[in-house]
């Protein structure tokens, strides 16, 4: 039996081609070796998020851009945590397995109180019970699904970490392996995508280029990118450039090197290698914008796919929930 993966995905705001080359693509390629299982953490994204317009815009585009750049809904599960009832209920059981220090040292909660703190503020100021437990409802999407390995990026080691611990309190508790105890799969991000002004791509940074903006924007982003102030005539080093970087990404190694060997003779000015840079982006992502725009315009068609991964998820989900209340006692 294959072994299995899960991955989350928060839903606030739009993709951007940094999540697409640090988070998307390195998740969707595990599909190949491992049974693999994709969600959108759309409770989560609720702490943060509570206009009903931004939140309901969010789940959908983050699940249509999921589809479009090749989740395929038939050969792997992809569903909505908050579809999945048996999710909340793993959670209110696990926190009698949880100590409130475990949450004391989150990561995120501690980041929040020492900036309230900074700014002279109450140290509980804009803290709801859903960021201090974000961990808890985390080790429950993971947990209830049997998950082996977790995909994540550095930032959320700590969350599977949490996840083992409890995991571990609750089969030390009844001498019996009631819950799968995960393991983090730490992807070396893959490549630290520049964003517009050279900084890492980021939506907290402001300098991210929408993954399935319209192509007139996408354009135009590429064009207001920052660069140093190097005459036309000047050789460049393209591996110092922000620009050839973002270009290596969507260029095949003949592309690559031929427009390296541009820069190096000089005479190719910075907006013609943002001309090319937007070229090759514009060929890989005009086929995936045209799918997303598709689904997207498909309300039904995309309510249908979620719940169809909502019932595939949900036995597995019941199956644990099931296990755990027969060993506390609560059958
Ligand atoms: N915390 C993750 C993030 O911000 C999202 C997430 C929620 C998640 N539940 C998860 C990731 C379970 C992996 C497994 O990116």
Known sequence: MKKISLTGIKSTGSLHIGNYFGAIKPALELSAEYDARYFIADYHALNTEKNPAELESSIREVAAGWLAAGLDPEKVIFYRQSSIPEVFELTTMIMAFTAKGLMNRAHAYKA??????????????????????????????????????VPVGKDQVQHIEMAQDIAQSVNA??????????????????????????????????????????????????????????????????????????????????????????????????GEAKEELFRVVNRQLTPMRERFNTIIADREGLDRILAAGAEKARPIAAATVKRFRKAAGID
């Open 112 to 149: 929040a109180v020492q900036e309230n703190q900074e700014r002279g503020e109450d140290p509980d100021a804009g803290i709801n019970m859903g960021l201090f437990t974000y961990p808890v409802l985390m080790a429950a999407d993971i947990i209830i699904f049997d998950s082996d390995v």
């Open 173 to 270: 508790n009844y001498k019996k392996e009631i819950l799968k105890v995960p393991r983090a799969a730490i992807t070396e991000s893959v490549a630290v995508v520049p964003g517009l002004d050279g900084r890492k791509m980021s939506k907290s940074y402001n300098n991210a280029i929408p993954l399935f903006g319209p192509e007139n924007q996408l354009q135009k982003l590429i064009m207001r990118m920052v660069t140093n102030s190097q005459a036309v005539e000047e050789p460049k080093d393209p591996d110092t450039s922000q620009i050839f970087l973002l270009y290596k990404l969507f260029a095949s190694g003949e592309e690559q090197e031929a427009l390296a060997a541009r820069y190096r003779a000089g005479g190719m000015g910075w």
